[in-house]
Structure formats: C-alpha cells, structure tokens
C-alpha cells in the first residue's frame, strides 16, 4: 500500500503542507487556494452534498426495489419495513410512511430519487463551476508568473533558453496547473463515492465486499505495473514537444535564411522525424493509458456474476429483503468499480500531467537563475559624466575577459567612438553601459554613484540604443518609433522620424506613419528599419545615446544623411558609437582603439593619425579600400 499512499500524497500535495511539495508550482496553487479559501470549501461541501444524494438515492433504490417484490397491495407497510433501521437516520420518517398504502409509497420513492439527483446534478454542477472559476484564476496566475519570470531573468540568463523553449513554458504551464487542481478536484470527488459506497457494501454483507476487495487490488496491481511507464512516456513527450516547438519557432524566424540556402525541405523532413518520434510515443501511451476502461469494464461483469452465485448463500436464508439487498449491492458495486477506474484515470492522469509540471517547475524555480537587479536610488539625469573605472568583463570562469582593465570617461554632451576588431570588447562595454552585464571587476560611476546602486529601470529608459541588430514590431511605423516614449504626439514623432532621414520613405508608403511593417519589420529594407529604429531613440531624447554599428546596413546615399542626422543630435547630447567605418566617427571627441579587451590607443582623428599606430593602419586600409571601390566604378 505504500504505493499508494504514495499516489495519493502526490494528487493532494499541491494543496497541503509546504514541507511536503515545496515546488514553485505547488507554492503558487496553495497561495491561490489561501485567497480563494471561500469557493475551496463551497466546492468541499458541494462534494459531501454529493456523495450525501449518492448514498441516499441508494437507499432509496433498495426501499423501490423492496416495494416492488411485494405483493401486498394496498397495505401498509409499517411492519415490514420496521426492521430497516437506516430509515431512522431522518427524524420522523417511519410515523410518516407508517399508514401510506403502497401505490403512494412508490410515487413518492419516485420523486424522492428524481430529486436526489436533482440535487446531485446541482451540485456536480456548482461544483464544476467553481473549480472552474478557481482553474482560471491559478491560470491567469501562472501566466502572468512566467512572464514575470522571464522578464526578470537577465539578459544573459534569458538568452540561454531557445525562444521556441520559453514559448513552450508560457503556453503549455497555465494548463498544467489548471490540469492539476480539476483532477485533484475529481479525485476528491471520487474517493468520497468511493466511500459511500463501500459504507452500503459493508452494510449489506461484509462477506460480499470480499469481492470489491479482490476487483480493486486487481485495479492497484495493474495500475502499479502501467504508472512508471506512462510517467516515463509523458517526460519523453514533453522533451520532444518542447524540441518540436523550438523547432517550428526557429524554421519561422529564419524563413529568409531556409529560402536563401534552399534548406526548406530540409527542414521540413528534420521536422517531419521529430513528429515521428512524437507519434510513435504517443501511440505508445495510448496503448498503456487504454489498458485501464476495458479491465474497469470487464470487472464488474465478472464480479456480478460472482455475486449472483455467492447471493444464494449469504441472502438465500433471509426471511425478506433478498432481492433488494441483491440488486442494491449489484448497483453499489457498479458504482464502486466505476470510482475505482476513476482514481485509476485520476493516478493515470496525475503522471501524465507530472512531466507539464516538472517543466513548469523548471522555469519558476530562482535557483540557478540570475535575475535582474532591483531598486537602487532613481536616475533623473547625467550632469557630469560616465567614469568606467579598471573595468573588467568575463562572460564565465574558462573563457578569456572580454573586457580587460578599462578606464574611459564619457563626459556629458561628448562623443566617443569605440572602434578595433571583431571581437575587441566594444559591443561588451555597451552591454555594460546598458546593464546587461555586470562588471566581473572594477565599477561604473554615473557622476559618482556606481551604477549598481542606480535603479536600472530608471536608468535603461532614459537610454537610446540603436544596434546592428534592430528589432521592431509587427505594428505600425508609429507605434515603433513611439515605443519606449509614452505619451508621445504624432508631431514628436514625425520630428524624431524627419530627424534620422525617415520621414522621406514614410510619407511614400500608401499609409505613412499607420503603415503595417509586418512581423520583425520583414517589408521595410535593413536601411529603412535601421532609420526607425535611429528615430526611435532620437524621440526618447536620451541622456546617452549608443549607436553600435547604427550605420552598417544603410547605402553610401542613406549612410550621409543619417549621420548628418547623428552629427546634430551630438552637438548637444552625449553618445558613445561603435563604429566599423572610421569615416563616421572622424568628428568624434575621444576615439578608442580597442584590442583583446583592452583600449590601446585613445584621442581625436588628428591626434591618432600623428601617433601612427593601429588606428593610422586601420584608416590607411579603409581609404585604400574606398579608393579602389571609386576607381573601380565605369564612367558613363
């Protein structure tokens, strides 16, 4: 039995002691059931109300079933039914039925079992609708904690899950829970029929219920045989569900690169195997998960007709009462076998829904998880400047810094211009800036306070970046530019949009600013979503801009007027540019050549050129590049 002990802890463990099922999961559905305490025992009593009608329509049907084996006509029946002493669990009942004839009796027997499963019905249906109004808050719940969750998570943290993976947690988590508390409900349910019914089995014959006993080890042994394995098969599914949807997430954002490559029916058969494997696992579950009914089915047929042959001799002595006693144990019976392969589907569904919870577990649990920092004195502006001080950057223990031994000061109102290799740490002292990443050694002062203690919310909104990389909604030109900057008119954005070269391609586009640009911004060219996404942050009026590679995939033509566009936005704020091309960055007031993490030169265009060294090289190449590029070109 310590099987099922076991089975039964794990159905109510989400409701009951903390130090039982600590679980993320489990703590959120007791800390709903604490505020939703009302409707949890409105759904209890409506239980016991149920099971109350059940045993009493059994009693009911044993009195019918009495009456109608009589044949007495019209006389009372008092005397006959003296002996059935549950008829004094209702105060008054054996006067009042004690001078009816028999053809009023069974009317009356009639309607009392019509009623009681009227209020049955009733209540199965309150019941159902509580449990369902408690389903869908846990639900709303559960939603709003896992993205809660993955919006807290850091950036680096965040980025180590694939976005078909979260995509799966969000989805498939809300119905796990809600999954859990409806079968932890049926099993309730379930057991106190379960225990209305053994009540009139014992009551009818003990001795008989030696076959119940023997039908429901049956049903114990061949669930005990199938839940490790249907357990087991519900992990496996989960495990490719979860591949399948990365998958499908993945083959949707890169369309272009599977079109590009003339990879789509590749991708199509990679995916085509996982649903394979899926089909092939759940047809397996299926197989153990169908075993239960038709064994459930099967019993009672087999118990019946042992009954009927034991019946002969544990009623064959009895004066009366031999064939209601016979028919209300049947039905009893039946109605016992049918709780029984109903925990049984309660067990069965518990495991199948423990893979769903165990992932949903996965993400909800804070251990081994960074998230972001919170609270800190409130950033109202830069009126100094930024002092990177012997900053050091290491992504985790074995790798090299990515940033090694850093001292740079951004002063309000300058810019400065990072530029080196692929792979020098520019991009990393952005993240830095932004708060992505926190410093491994050394610190970041905002006019003397170190970042860390600044309140990062406050602090990233009063940024603008624009990288390589840009990200816009499906939505329209305006809400893209406009988002980050509530409150924003029309006319702000249509300046922010005239001021990064925008407004020209917008005003050619059938809808202008209300234009539709599809998912990622797929119907605008890379130019044209880089110049959103530039007039996005101009909008914001930020104290510091970052421009990461802002300029690399705009043409020659779009590359000058949206640096004229930077160029004024500069003179009066402060902006740090990562910069490939060195002829955007020539105006800059503090330039940083960067190498293996480290700043190895530093100071204007002039200055750098007369020292000779990397950047003199790197300009040299670039001008000798551009050159090539113009002698290259046919005259007309």
Known sequence: MLWLRRAIRTAVA??????????????LIRSTARKQWLRLVLNLLLSLMQAGAEGATLGVVFLAVDLLSRSQGSQTLSENWSGYHFLSFVPGLPQLIAGLPSSTLFIILLSAAVLLKLIQSLSMYLASVIMGYYGARVNAEVTGLIHHQILQLSLPCASRYPVG????????????????????????????MATVYLVVLISLSPWLLAAAALMAVTLVLLQRELLPRIRSRAFEQQSIGVSIS??????????????????????????????????????SSSRLASIILPVTTFLPIAMIALIAAMSLIVFGARSSGVLPSLVTFVVALQRLNGSFGSVASNFTALNSNSAAIYRLNEILDPNGKKFRRQGGLPFHGLRGSIELDNVTLSYSSESQPAVRNVNLS?????????VGASGAGKSSIADLLVGLNDPTEGRILVDGVDLHDIDLQS???????????????????????????????????????????????????????????????????GGQRQRI??????????ELLILDEATSALDSQSERLVQEAIEQFERQHTVLVIAHRLSTIVNADLICVMDEGRIVE??????????????????????????????????I
Request: net charge positive; hydrophobic share 40%.
């Open 410 to 418: 951004i002063l309000r109102g300058r810019t400065i211009a990072l």
């Open 246 to 283: 990365t998958k499908i997430t993945e083959n949707i954002q890169g369309l272009r690169l599977l079109h590009t490559s003339g990879q789509l029916d590749a991708a199509d058969k990679a995916l085509l195997e996982k649903m394979g494997e899926l089909e092939f696992n759940v047809r």
């Open 165 to 192: 993976d979260l995509t799966y947690y969000a989805g498939n988590g809300p119905s796990a829970v809600t999954s859990q508390i409806n079968i932890a409900s049926s099993f309730i349910v379930n057991i106190l």
């Open 459 to 525: 602090w990233q909104q009063r940024l603008g970046v624009v990288s390589q990389d840009t990200f816009l909604f499906n939505a329209s030109i305006a809400y893209n530019i406009a988002f980050g900057t509530p409150g924003a008119t029309d006319s702000q954005i249509e300046a922010a949009a005239s001021k990064a070269q925008a407004a020209g391609f917008i005003s050619a586009l059938p809808n202008g600013f209300d234009t539709l640009i599809g998912e990622r911004g797929y119907r605008l060219s």
């Open 602 to 635: 530093r100071g204007n265009h002039r200055e750098l050129l007369a020292i000779n060294g990397r950047y003199a090289n790197l300009w040299q190449q670039q001008s000798h590049r551009v050159g090539q590029e113009i002698s290259a070109t046919p005259t």
């Open 533 to 542: 996404s530039l007039a996005r942050a101009i909008l914001r009026e930020p």
């Open 14 to 27: 989400p409701l009951a002691d903390p130090l039982l099922d600590p679980r993320p999961a489990s703590r």
